[in-house]
T-cell receptor
């Protein structure tokens, strides 16, 4: 079975400081992992995805995530937060037959001026 | 492609009324998903289709909920009768299975349902 756990429901950072959003996964197979972002009153947008290629994945808006099998983690990072990054972020694992997406509970990122 | 299109964007209805949410997936995608998002429960997968066939409806909360996909370009989620606790944002998403395991789900903008 596949699942993801997002360790923090809320993260608050100051503008210009680093962002770390944590995600741990559980999977019986080599997982495919995603990060989606949802801005207020908007749909979900793909930030980045890992599909067993390079372990460090770069996404849009300066975000990146590193797949660490030994730690079963796929944390999302950004060197310098921007006010426009304030949103909710979801870590997602896909089932082994690539047709079912399992969402984490989400982390709300607040960026202070 | 215009992406996944959902309608209506907002729906306000009275308890007991029938509600129908609509979704047009991205052309060429063979998977379609219906999700519900609430503050209390987050994102929940209700049902998904593969090639227009319902594969897993274990997330459908009650018999009041039903979903259909009569063809590859259209799906509906119906609630009859609706109740206040059905108030949520309902998302439709589509994806395409890729032999190179390179797939992602594309989401619509959602339908915000309010049942009063």
């Amino acid at each position: 079975a596949q699942s993801v756990t997002q360790l923090d429901s809320h993260v608050s950072v100051s503008e210009g400081t680093p962002v770390l959003l944590r995600c741990n996964y559980s999977s019986s197979y080599s997982p495919s992992l995603f990060w989606y972002v949802q801005h207020p009153n908007k749909g979900l947008q793909l930030l980045l995805k890992y599909t067993s290629a390079a372990t460090l994945v770069k996404g849009i808006n300066g975000f990146e995530a590193e797949f660490k099998k030994s730690e079963t983690s796929f944390h999302l990072t950004k060197p310098s937060a921007h006010m426009s990054d304030a949103a909710e972020y979801f870590c997602v694992v896909i089932s082994h037959n690539f047709n079912k997406f399992y969402f984490g509970s989400g982390t709300k990122l607040n960026v202070k001026p | 492609d215009a992406g996944v299109i959902q309608s209506p964007r907002h729906e306000v209805t009275e308890m007991g009324q029938e509600v129908t949410l609509r979704c047009k997936p991205i052309s060429g995608h063979d998977y379609l998903f219906w999700y519900r998002q609430t503050m209390m429960r987050g994102l929940e997968l209700l049902i998904y289709f593969n090639n227009n066939v319902p594969i897993d409806d274990s997330g459908m909360p009650e018999d009041r909920f039903s979903a259909k996909m009569p063809n590859a370009s259209f799906s509906t989620l119906k609630i009859q009768p609706s109740e206040p606790r059905d108030s949520a944002v309902y998302f439709c998403a589509s994806s395409r299975a890729d032999r190179d395991m390179n797939t992602e789900a594309f989401f619509g903008q959602g339908t915000r349902l309010t049942v009063v």
